[in-house]
């Protein structure tokens, strides 16, 4: 969230679907200032659906589907907030999410597609799945079709519908099932007559490939019930089915019912420039849009001929103009319909044909289309002055970019240096001095401990921000093994209006009085700033429980067990992200990680002789302090240390945090045994919200261990504490 502007509009868009996909990616080579854009969508990746049918049938990878909004979001500079929109207050302009604050818009636009999901068939929610939305459709049938290869169920298939998307599904399920069985049985149910929506010819081609391969086609036949292995009819014939597949219709998602814009069979009424027909306000592109001036069939052709004119418009709109440009669709276009194998038919209008290499032109199509979102195009890079003080060149080389979070704190080595010239021993009630995870005074007859923390942004969704920056904050109290308190907020804010800050504060405080308040602390005050970019800080107090002295670093004995409560990872993750070169999946695993609180850990691990959050320095830098504190070496296993999904693959692919180099410098000298690959790569990563390092007697290990497992936790036992001089040894 850093502007060369101020930020004085909100642009979201609701739903990844095709049109939103090309909106972000133009408007990332054009985004228009002043504009702080949002994308709202239930998944870090939109899967495309001209190549679903293939994936079904085993000749795409499940991956090849899907769009990646996490990269396609970065690329654009917008903010994605992974959750499920459920509504909209028009009057204050707000989008509600499930789970989260509301979302206030200035332009809205939606494109969320629609569902394939009947609306009342009994044991349909229970044992069926709709064709649509793809993403759940794709991975259940990924999930039946290893089911089938293990001999576990029985490869029995229904697809209720038989329109051409149904027969379609059919084909592709037909022909890879018979790839991992012998005696593959689909059957095709209609409660009409089926193939009306093509060519004669076209319906004649597809009925004669299903006959020809053993797929049975019932019409007019009404649905009573869906079970766990068959589909009931009225007339008491009961057809197997351990898969029942919705693919009849298109249905829109009920939640726009409730948003008093005008409907047309629950479909959003938009006029030529795809606005709302009530509210100019809201736009909307997709199968989710009934074009007033122009009805026509819900197909992706038309959100992908939408994209451009929907972009001038909301641009126009944010700008204060009156949208310009008109969305006229052809009245026909050209479906290629796959047959199962890699071969298709044609459909024009009154035309239907197939030829011999049908399906690699459409393959090449498809594979064009997702080639916009694989290679996202380079940005070009501003320009070096000719003249530069000495070492910046070589500076800017090192280091290309600043990592956000706890990536961006100064190396271990310059602050050690700045640190070593404080002055202590001014006052008798501070107990503990820099060098551990807070201080700690005595006021009375209590302890109270006192840490801060702040983080650069690595995400531009302010609520999450918060929410994680908070937990990392809180995570010093925690090591300590004192209740939190208290906390002050410091906030910088990048340039914007004072109608976007109030929003954007308003995230940040709810998320701010969550976390908080579940941690026991109360929120007494805080400071705001604008600056360059968002970053989010805390000032945080807690008590020690009466008779009990802080845990700290120091302490820990020769044979203590060193438990790591948590995966590691975070640094080399949030790198590859800055560059546009993580998965969206792993990205936003690494997320929902750093904003799960790791508060009850904390009770399973109150025994331990010394202990520390494993944050900025790395794990081989908070070992050492242990070590260098208490007097003592520690072993440990690089094979035990658990990392985040991806993070190997990540740190494989050369990814590095900006702190990692310096981390690195600054333990290395003091390990032995220290190798390449990313098991010892990992000991150097930088974590943001990283969870704790204790030293634990080995008689109350193994029980910290059980109870951090009841929790969910990925905690492991990496090693012990040894007699031998500060330093760390690998083996």
Known sequence: ????????????????????????????????????????????????????PGHIAGHYPREALDIDLGRLARFAGARLIVGRACGIDRATRRVQVDGRPDIAYDVLSIDIGITSAPMTLTGFDAHGIAAKPLGPFAD?????????????????????????????????????????????????????????????????????????????????????????????????????????????????????????????DGFITVDAYLRSVDDGAIFAAGDCAYLRHAPRPKAGVY????????????????????????????????????????????????????????????????????????????????????????????????????CGGCGAKVGPEALQSALSGARTGLRDDVLIRPGDDAGA??????????????????????????????IHALGDVWAMGAEPQAALVNIVLPRMSGPLQARTLAEIMSATHDVMAAAGAEVIGGHTTQGAEMTIGYTVTGLMPEGRAPIGVGGARPGDRLILTVALGTGAILAADMTGAADGNIVRSALDHMAFSPQSAVQSLNMAHAMTDVTGFGLAGHLLAICRASGVGAQIDGDAIPLLFGAEHILRAGHRSSLHASNRAFAAPSMTGLGAGPQHDILFDPQTAGGFLAAIAPRDAQRALESLHQMGMTATDIGAITDAPPGISLR
Not at 8 to 23: E, F, M, Q, S
Request: net charge positive; charged share 20%; aromatic share 4%.
């Open 140 to 264: 259940r049938w990924q999930t039946f079709v290893e089911d089938v290869r293990s001999g576990s169920i029985q490869p029995h298939c229904a697809i209720l519908g038989g329109g051409v998307a149904g027969v379609e599904l059919a084909l592709a399920m037909h022909h890879r099932l018979s790839q991992v069985t012998p005696h593959p049985c689909v059957h095709v149910i209609d409660t009409s007559d089926a193939l009306t929506g093509v060519a004669p010819a076209t319906a004649r081609i597809l009925r004669g490939r299903m006959k020809a391969v053993g797929i049975v086609l019932i019409e007019q036949a009404d649905i009573a019930e869906i079970t766990h292995d068959s589909v009931e009819l009225e007339d008491g014939a009961s057809i197997p089915a351990t898969l029942s597949v919705a693919a009849a219709g298109a249905r829109p998602w009920p939640w726009l019912a409730r948003t008093g814009l005008a409907l047309a």
């Open 1 to 52: 969230m850093n502007s060369d502007f101020p930020l004085t509009r909100d642009l979201v868009l609701i739903g990844g679907g095709h049109a939103h996909a090309l909106v972000l990616r133009k408007w990332g080579m054009k985004p228009l200032p002043g504009a702080r854009l949002t994308l709202i969508d239930p998944n870090p990746k939109a899967p495309y659906t001209g190549m679903l």
């Open 441 to 470: 005074l005595q006021i009375g007859d209590r302890v109270q401990v006192i840490t801060t923390d702040h983080l650069r942004a690595f995400t531009a969704d302010p609520w999450l921000m918060a929410r994680i920056a908070a």
């Open 303 to 402: 959100a992908v001929r939408a994209a451009p004119i929907l972009l001038d418009n909301l641009r126009s709109a944010l700008m204060g103009a009156v949208p310009k440009r008109r969305f006229e669709p052809q009245k026909q276009y050209l479906k290629l319909v796959s047959l199962g194998e890699k071969d298709a038919v044609a459909d024009r209008g009154a035309l239907g044909l197939s030829l011999p290499g049908l399906w690699r032109w459409k393959d090449r199509i498809d594979q064009r289309f997702m080639q916009k979102f694989r290679d996202l195009p380079a940005m070009p890079q501003p320009k070096l002055p000719r003249e530069m003080a000495d070492g910046t060149a070589q500076e800017l080389t090192d280091h290309p970019m600043i």
